[in-house]
């Protein structure tokens, strides 16, 4: 199956069919796909949504995670994610990229690159990762400003307000802000960096909408699986950097192996076959679109 064909792809708009995702029973799990192949895997190993992190994006880049890229940059990925999954993907959408009306622009440029979610955070530029100090945040009214803003542009595209109020208003803080965006129409609400399942189920009581929750490697939330955090009452998990984190420490190998040994032969066991890797892209596929292609044959390998 590829995007190029018309029939192999989704009929239905992606906010609704991400929006049926939550609704349907147990919880929706979200894995990190940062690219069209990663994006390939995850649907491969049989996840029916994906999350688009701006923090995998942003490194993905060579950039820190602050707030630096641009809508452009952002739908960049999110066609490549889309296209080759043809999964329903929730797009990281930092602070909105502005105020209101750029809000406004950003949940339609998401929508026409094929995202099914959007989130929005109300932290001030420069953002950080939720699992960091300091952060600023943004007034609850402003950001409740924003998040009505995206509901007035989105033909379909579900949205998802994040807080990050737990450092500098504490608990109670965090669930006021929800509640008032719950209010300007946020169809679910990102608790950020909970640290631990007291608060996570407090959250839960006390916030009547879809709840999302992080787990984050090296953060301030503890471990937990997902059938865990569905017993605390939440409808999606995100896994947002686990699969960048994943390649970049291969990656940092294979560099330092080559540097080290002038070859890569010591980690071949460890890599993705050619006709792996053809299998995940449908290489054969495409070819067989084109009439003029001859089906390609696959070396054996590398004689010794």
Not at 33 to 53: C, H, I, P, R, V
Not at 68 to 74: E, K
Not at 168 to 196: M, Q, S, T, W
Request: proline share 5%.
């Amino acid at each position: 199956m590829t995007y190029l064909v018309a029939d192999d792809l989704p009929q239905e708009p992606a906010g609704h069919r991400f929006r049926a995702l939550v609704e349907s029973p147990g919880i929706a799990r979200l894995p990190g796909a940062y690219n069209g192949l990663s994006a390939l895997q995850a649907k491969a190993a049989g996840f029916q949504g994906l999350y688009l992190s701006g923090a995998a994006m942003s490194a993905q880049m060579g950039l820190p995670d602050l707030g630096i890229m641009t809508i452009d940059d952002v739908c960049f990925f999110t066609r490549q994610v889309s296209r080759a999954s043809g999964l329903p993907i929730l797009v990281d959408g930092d602070t909105g990229f502005g105020e209101a009306l750029n809000v406004m622009q950003m949940v339609r440029a998401f929508e026409d690159a094929g995202a099914g979610a959007v989130q929005i955070e109300d932290q001030l530029l420069p953002k950080k990762c939720g699992h960091l100090n300091d952060k600023k945040l943004a007034p609850a009214a402003d950001m409740a400003a924003k998040v009505a803003a995206a509901r007035k542009a989105r033909r379909h595209l579900y949205i998802v307000a994040r807080t990050d109020a737990l450092e500098r208003e504490g608990l109670e803080g965090a669930i006021a802000r929800a509640k008032l965006y719950v209010e300007a129409g946020a169809d679910a609400i990102f608790p950020e960096a909970l640290n631990d399942a007291e608060a996570f189920a407090r959250f839960a009581a006390e916030v009547k909408v879809p709840l999302l929750a992080n787990m984050t490697e090296f953060g301030k939330t503890p471990f937990m699986t997902a059938q865990q955090f569905e017993q605390l009452g939440y409808k999606m998990v995100i896994w947002p950097v686990s699969a960048l984190r994943m390649a970049a420490k291969a990656h940092e190998e294979l560099y330092a192996t080559l540097r080290s040994e002038g070859w890569v032969k010591p980690l071949v066991d460890r890599m993705q076959t050619r006709a792996e890797l053809y299998a995940t892209i449908g290489y054969h596929e495409y070819e067989e679109l084109d009439g003029t292609i001859a089906r390609s044959l696959i070396p054996n390998g590398n004689p010794d």
